[in-house]
Every structure is written in structure tokens, then in C-alpha cells.
């Protein structure tokens, strides 16, 4: 058995596998990119008064969370938790 390491064939195919390898990879790298930038100049532009959503204007989440609260602290520090919720709210 012939070792390859001190083989000039071997190491010239190698070479060459790695070499061609390396374009497809830059060649495919470039492709990629170049599609890229077109689709994103063909693109709309969104502008956020366009943008509506389904949810309903006050979220019932909010007063869920408050309620929770005030069950946890036993409505000792209701002051503050309204307090803070206001502050944060304005």
C-alpha cells in the first residue's frame, strides 16, 4: 500500500476538490446575496399607521394582573399597587 502523504497525484486531487469546493460555496454565498438584495428593493416599505391588529383596544390582561395583586397582598398595599399600575399606565 502506497502511502498518499508523499504522493504528488493525491495531494494535487485534493487540491483541486478543495479548490472547486471553496468557488460553489462563494459562488452559492454570492447567488444568495445578490437575490436577497433584490427581493428586499421589491419590498413595501410598512409604515406602522398601516398596521391594525385584532386586539381589543384595552386588554383584559392588565386588570387580571391587578386583581392578582391585590388577592396576593391582600389588599393592604392597594394604595401603592394602584399608585405604581397609574404610574406606569401615564
Given amino acids: 500500500m502506497q502511502n498518499n502523504k508523499f504522493n504528488k497525484k493525491a495531494q494535487i486531487g485534493e487540491t483541486l476538490t478543495w479548490g472547486v469546493a471553496t468557488l460553489i460555496v462563494i459562488g452559492i454565498l454570492i447567488v444568495f446575496l445578490f437575490f436577497s438584495s433584490v427581493l428586499a428593493t421589491k419590498t413595501k416599505i ?45
Fill in 46 to 90: 410598512l409604515n406602522i399607521d398601516d398596521v391594525k391588529s385584532d386586539v381589543e383596544e384595552k386588554s383584559p390582561v392588565l386588570s387580571i394582573k391587578t386583581a392578582l395583586a391585590h388577592y396576593i397582598a391582600e389588599d393592604r398595599n392597594s394604595e401603592i399597587i394602584n399608585k405604581i399600575l397609574e404610574e406606569k399606565n401615564d
